[in-house]
């Protein structure tokens, strides 16, 4: 059975930095993008960024382009996010998942659909 832990997340001030880490076990993920959302209070789930298995492609969210950078750990079954500048607005739960097509392309971009995600990690940005 698929598992996704997260681990990383906790209190940093406004323009402090973060590593989330996220190891999956049970499955192997060397063909599907991983990826990151997030969800925070009385707001809708906001994809964060995704990566693929095959050529490395990302996505970012506007929102986070700049700051964070997503990368795959050389085994292909851990996913981390670096968060740098973090903001206020970045508070949320962060959630690793797993799209099992590989991501999509569509008008020349790439985004992912996850079907599968972890517990989540708490992520609080405040002075």
């Known amino acids: 059975q698929l598992q996704l832990v997260e681990s990383g997340g906790g209190l940093v001030q406004p323009g402090g930095s973060l590593t989330l880490s996220c190891a999956a076990s049970?499955?192997?993920?060397?063909?599907?993008?991983l990826g990151w959302f997030r969800q925070a209070p009385g707001k809708e789930r906001e994809g964060v960024s995704c990566?693929?298995?095959?050529?490395?492609?990302?996505d970012y969210a506007d929102s986070v382009k700049g700051r964070f950078t997503i990368s795959r750990g050389n085994a292909k079954n851990t996913v981390y996010l670096q968060m740098n500048s973090l903001k206020p607005e970045d508070t949320a739960v962060y959630y690793c998942?797993?799209?099992?097509?590989?991501?999509?392309?569509?008008?020349?971009?790439?985004?992912?659909?996850?079907?599968?995600w972890g517990q989540g990690t708490q992520v609080t940005v405040s002075s």
């Open positions: 998942a797993v799209d099992t097509r590989d991501g999509t392309y569509y008008s020349g971009s790439y985004y992912c659909q996850y079907d599968y």
């Open positions: 049970g499955f192997t993920l060397d063909y599907y993008a």
């Open positions: 990566i693929s298995s095959k050529n490395g492609s990302t």
